[in-house]
Nanobody, 126 residues
Framework: QVQLVEFGGGLVQAGDSLRLSCAAS????????MGWFRQAPGKEREFVAAVSHGSVYLYYADSVKGRFTISRDNAKSTVYLQMNSLKPEDTAVYYC???????????????????WGQGTQVTVSS
């Protein structure tokens, strides 16, 4: 079992930065892929970013590429999402997810992730 808890959400203005953290506990050494997803009001949850165990592979949604950076500190069992140049359309509940297996090219599929956090709200005002 892996438990995930997200931190760092809040209300910011457009253009601001915010860093989300996801603290993992339990069998954290088994979490090969870590990802961030988000769900905006009235929309389906979507992929944001993912990182492999050794941070060798980093993946981003086109909508956040160049603005968001995912990173992980395995010693601290924590994954981060640095969000810069935030836009109102980034407003959503952000979820951290962990996959026990190497997802390869399926890093963006929610169904491939085994554990999920409860989510943290990010609101960007214009």
């Amino acid at each position: 079992q892996v438990q995930l808890v997200e931190f760092g959400g809040g209300l910011v203005q457009a253009g601001d930065s915010l860093r989300l953290s996801c603290a993992a506990s339990g069998r954290t050494s088994s979490a090969y892929f870590m990802g961030w997803f988000r769900q905006a009001p009235g929309k389906e949850r979507e992929f944001v970013a993912a990182v492999s165990h050794g941070s060798v592979y980093l993946y981003y949604a086109d909508s956040v590429k160049g603005r968001f950076t995912i990173s992980r500190d395995n010693a601290k069992s924590t994954v981060y999402l640095q969000m810069n140049s935030l836009k109102p359309e980034d407003t959503a509940v952000y979820y951290c997810a962990a996959a026990l297996n190497n997802l390869g090219r399926y890093y963006y599929l929610q169904s491939r992730y085994d554990y999920w956090g409860q989510g943290t709200q990010v609101t960007v005002s214009s």
